[in-house]
């Protein structure tokens, strides 16, 4: 049973990290693709742009996620919030 139950959160884990690779790289390739028209449009490179930086945020967010889970929820939320919640269901219940 707890083997089983360990193979699932490692299942998810690998899942998570996918994730973020997945998006890590569509940000690149994306990204590359539109300063690659910008150069072609204007013969040079701005970077400053608003979309990239968000979009850049918003990975670094989800890589925060992914590999600090601690730092944004704190150590075992999940397992806590889980717990807290089958409480619930287990005194609404009765």
Known sequence: MEDNIKY??????VKQI???YIHAMVYVVV???????K???HGS????????GLWGIGLAIHGLYVF????????????RKIRELME???KSNH
């Open 88 to 90: 619930k269901e287990r």
């Open 39 to 41: 150069f072609q449009k």
């Open 18 to 20: 996918k994730g973020f």
């Open 8 to 13: 699932l959160q490692a299942k998810k884990r």
């Open 45 to 52: 490179i701005e970077v400053h742009d608003w979309g990239i």
């Open 31 to 37: 990204n590359a693709f539109i300063l690659l028209l």
């Open 68 to 79: 600090l889970p601690n730092f944004i929820l704190g150590r075992n939320w999940e397992e």
